[in-house]
C-alpha cells in the first residue's frame, strides 16, 4: 500500500529550498509514495519557481495565508488550513521545509495525529539574519518544535553542527542528508543556438567574467562584493561582473554600484531560467553570503564545470577544496573576496581547469538520484518497514 507524504513549504521563490521540494515530490517512486506539495505565497520581487514544478509534472497546492512573514492571525489561519487537510488527507509523514511552514506545519501536524514529522533546515535563521531577541526567540521556538519532530534533516554538516551548538535537539535526532539536483542538463549540456550571455550584455568574448547568483536580499551580502570590484580592477581592469537574480535590494545594490563608480564593469542580469547558459559563460562564480546551508549555485556552477569563489559559511567547505576546485574566502572580509576573485583572475586557464576537476564528484554525490534514495530509506526506517521490508 502506498505512504503518503505531504510536502510543505513557506514559499516557491527562486532558490535552493524550492528546487528540492519540487524535485522531491516529483522523483519519489510513484509506486511506493503518493506525493503532496503544499506551499505559501512569495512576494512580488522573488519571483517563483512555478515554470519548474510544471515540467516536473509537480502540481503543487497553493495555501494562501501561508507565506515567509510572521503574522499572528493569519498563522493561526494557516494551522486551522493545514489540520484540517492533515485530518483530511490522513498522510503517513508531514515534511516541512523553511522556517515558517516548519513551525506552523510542525504543529498542524502534530495536532491532527500524523504519524511521522520530519523537518529539512536547509541553513537557519538562528544566526546572522535578526535582531539578538528575535534570534533567541526562534531558538527557542525551534527546540520545543523539536521535541515533536520525529527527525530533523540538516543539508550538510555544519549546518547539523549549527543546531547542535544552539541545543535544538540530541544528536541522534538530526541526521544529513547533502542536497540533490537535476545536474545532468548542466554537466552535458544540449547545443544552444542562442545569443551567449556575453553576446547579450555587451561584455567583450576575451574577458574574464566573474558571476554571482543569488537573490538580492541581505543575508547573500552583494555589497562585500561590490566593495571588492574596485580592487580586482585595479590590478585586473578587463574583469567583468555579472549580477544574476533579483529581489528587494535591486535598486539600493544599482545606487551602490554607481557611488562605487563600477557600472562600467557590472551588469544586472535579473532572474534566469538559462542556467546552465549562464554558467558555461562565466568563468568564475562568487558568493559572498553570511550565512548558507548548502548553496544550489556552487553545486551547480561546479556541475558545469565553473570554478567558485565564496565565503567559509555553512556548508561552503564541503563543496569547494581550497586551490583545486575554487578558493573560500572569510564573510565580510573585502580584501580577502578580492583576492579570492584575483587568484582566479591572474590565470584564467588554470581557473577553468579548477572547475572541470570538480564536475565528476559533484555529479556523484549531489544527483537527484542519491538524494532520493536517501529520503527513501530515511522515510522507510521511520515507517519502521526497513529497507528489504514489502509493502
Not at 502506498?2 to 522531491?24: D, E, S, W
Not at 523553511?98 to 501536524?109: D, F, N, P, Q, W
Not at 581547469?353 to 549531489?366: C, N, P, S, T
Request: charged share 25%; with cysteine; glycine share 10%.
Amino acid at each position: 500500500m502506498k505512504k503518503k507524504v505531504v510536502r510543505v513549504i513557506a514559499r516557491l521563490n527562486i532558490g535552493g529550498p524550492a528546487i528540492h521540494v519540487i524535485l522531491l515530490t516529483a522523483h519519489l517512486d510513484p509506486e511506493r509514495y503518493e506525493s503532496i506539495l503544499l506551499y505559501g505565497q512569495e512576494a512580488p520581487e522573488e519571483g517563483n519557481m512555478l515554470h519548474l514544478a510544471e515540467e516536473k509534472g509537480v502540481c503543487p497546492i497553493l495555501v494562501s495565508n501561508l507565506g515567509r512573514e510572521l503574522h499572528f492571525f493569519r498563522d493561526l489561519k494557516t494551522l486551522w488550513t493545514l489540520y484540517q487537510f492533515f485530518r483530511r488527507e490522513q498522510p503517513d509523514i508531514v515534511h516541512t521545509h523553511t522556517a515558517k511552514a516548519g513551525t506552523v506545519g510542525r504543529l498542524a501536524a502534530l495536532l491532527a495525529g500524523v504519524p511521522v514529522i520530519v523537518h529539512t533546515f536547509h541553513g537557519h535563521v538562528l544566526h546572522g539574519y535578526f535582531s539578538p531577541w528575535k534570534t533567541a526567540m526562534f531558538r527557542t521556538i525551534e527546540r520545543i518544535l523539536s521535541r515533536a519532530t520525529t527527525r530533523i534533516i540538516a543539508v550538510s554538516e555544519q549546518c547539523r553542527q549549527d543546531l547542535l551548538k544552539y541545543g535544538i535537539a540530541k544528536p541522534e535526532a538530526i541526521c544529513t542528508i547533502p542536497l540533490g539536483l537535476d545536474l545532468e542538463p548542466l554537466a552535458h549540456p544540449a547545443p544552444d543556438a542562442g545569443l551567449g550571455l556575453r553576446e547579450e550584455l555587451g561584455i567583450p568574448p576575451e574577458a574574464f567574467m566573474v558571476g554571482m547568483v543569488a537573490r538580492l536580499v541581505p543575508i547573500k551580502r552583494h555589497e562585500d562584493l561590490f566593495h571588492a570590484i574596485p580592487l580586482v580592477l585595479r590590478d585586473y581592469p578587463d574583469t567583468w561582473f555579472v549580477i544574476v537574480g533579483d529581489g528587494e535590494r535591486r535598486n539600493e545594490l544599482e545606487n551602490l554600484a554607481a557611488r562605487l563608480g563600477i557600472n562600467h564593469r557590472c551588469r544586472f542580469a535579473g532572474f534566469r531560467r538559462d542556467q546552465g547558459r549562464v554558467y558555461r559563460d562565466l568563468d568564475l562564480v562568487v558568493l559572498t553570503s553570511a550565512n548558507e546551508g548548502l548553496p544550489v549555485v556552487l553545486i551547480e556552477a561546479l556541475a558545469s564545470g565553473t570554478p567558485a569563489v565564496a565565503t567559509r559559511v555553512g556548508g561552503v567547505p564541503e563543496l569547494i577544496e581550497e586551490g583545486k576546485t575554487g578558493y573560500i574566502v572569510e564573510p565580510g572580509n573585502i580584501e580577502s573576496i578580492a583576492a579570492g576573485i584575483k587568484k582566479a583572475a591572474a590565470d584564467p586557464a588554470q581557473t577553468r581547469a579548477m572547475g572541470q576537476a570538480a564536475r565528476e564528484e559533484i555529479l556523484r554525490k549531489y544527483s537527484i538520484q542519491r538524494l532520493v534514495g536517501d529520503i527513501e530509506k530515511l522515510y522507510g526506517e521511520l515507517l519502521g518497514e526497513g529497507m528489504g521490508k514489502e509493502e
